[in-house]
């Protein structure tokens, strides 16, 4: 069973910026579209970006321009640059496959408080 694990996450106040990090226990990462989603407390979970083995990015409207999706050459692992964190970014950040078919990680809390 693939696990996935999310770290990187923080307090930080608004304007400021984090990169989380999201590793999994195969290279899941070369073979299959991945995305970055988050719940925010009382909220569903929504997808923030997402990233093709090809490098293709997609971003919510409500990131586009702040965070970056990435994922380093050799596939092993996928980052979220996030820059001019806002309030409403406060959330807890999951990575998985796009269509969410892997097991949920436990997430990594972003909290963006002043």
């Known amino acids: 069973q693939v696990q996935l694990v999310e770290s990187g996450g923080g307090l930080v106040q608004p304007g400021e910026s984090l990169t989380l990090t999201c590793t999994a226990s195969i290279s899941i990462f070369k073979i299959a579209t991945m995305a970055w989603f988050r719940q925010a407390p009382g909220k569903q979970r929504e997808q923030v970006a997402s990233i093709t083995r090809d490098g293709i990015t997609d971003y919510a409207d409500s990131v586009k321009g702040r965070f970056t999706i990435s994922s380093d050459n050799a596939k092993t692992a996928m980052y979220l640059q996030m820059t001019g964190l806002k309030p409403e970014d406060t959330a807890v950040y999951y990575c998985?496959?796009?269509?969410?078919?892997?097991?949920w990680g436990q997430g990594t809390q972003v909290t963006v408080s002043s």
């Open positions: 998985n496959t796009l269509r969410a078919t892997m097991t």
